[in-house]
């Protein structure tokens, strides 16, 4: 169920005005009444006034919340759809392979480092990971104090939120597989 009619249905079970859990919750009357019709979803401080007021933990709120269901299937195919390349520099280019990449948990690209190319130090934001499989040349990586070399075929999982900074060092372009999730770029 989504959070607007799951709320909707704890007032109206408890007999309250939309008014009155306005009052009791100090959440602005119009907010709810959007937030129960589904077009604004709120946020964790107005979750939160409003679970108090209904008698309930946040985390309960939340227990009866169901995800709004996507396409378990998404087909993308380089070229033929608009997906976003970054260019760290003219030696190191990312390709997206997903187009809205707000609207995945997850960001897939195919990482391209020129004969000596190198990505600069990135940090991503706490919780955040990635996976790296090389497909095609040699790569260390630095993450952190820690330096790794994988050859094609090896893979490597690690925490994102670390510094971290990948170079080539074979004498060829090296192509990568990288997985960051959550989708942040």
């Known amino acids: ?21 306005a009052r009791k919750s100090g959440v602005d009357f119009t907010t709810i009444s959007k937030l129960e019709k589904g077009s604004r979803p709120g946020n964790v401080t107005t979750h939160r006034k409003l679970a108090e007021a209904l008698g309930i933990t946040l985390s309960e709120l939340y227990k009866g919340i169901e995800e709004p269901s996507r396409p ?19 030696k190191a280019i990312s390709q997206i392979l997903l187009e809205r990449i707000s609207s995945h948990k997850m960001v897939p690209e195919i990482l391209l480092l020129e004969k000596t190319g190198v990505t600069h130090m990135e940090q991503k ?6 996976f790296i499989f ?11 104090e820690t ?39």
Do not use: C, W
């Open 1 to 21: 169920m989504e959070i607007g009619k799951l709320i909707k249905e704890l007032r109206t079970n408890m007999k309250m005005t939309q008014a009155e859990l």
């Open 72 to 90: 378990v299937l998404e087909v993308n195919s380089i070229g033929k759809h608009k997906t976003d390349t970054f260019y760290y520099n003219k």
């Open 125 to 130: 934001p706490r919780g955040t990971e990635q």
């Open 134 to 144: 090389i497909l095609e040349g040699n790569l260390e990586i630095k993450i952190g």
């Open 147 to 185: 330096i790794q070399q994988l050859k094609k075929g090896e893979s490597i999982y690690f925490d994102a939120s670390l510094p971290h900074l990948l170079k080539n060092i074979s004498n060829k372009t090296t192509r990568t597989l990288r997985i960051t999730t959550p989708a942040v770029l």
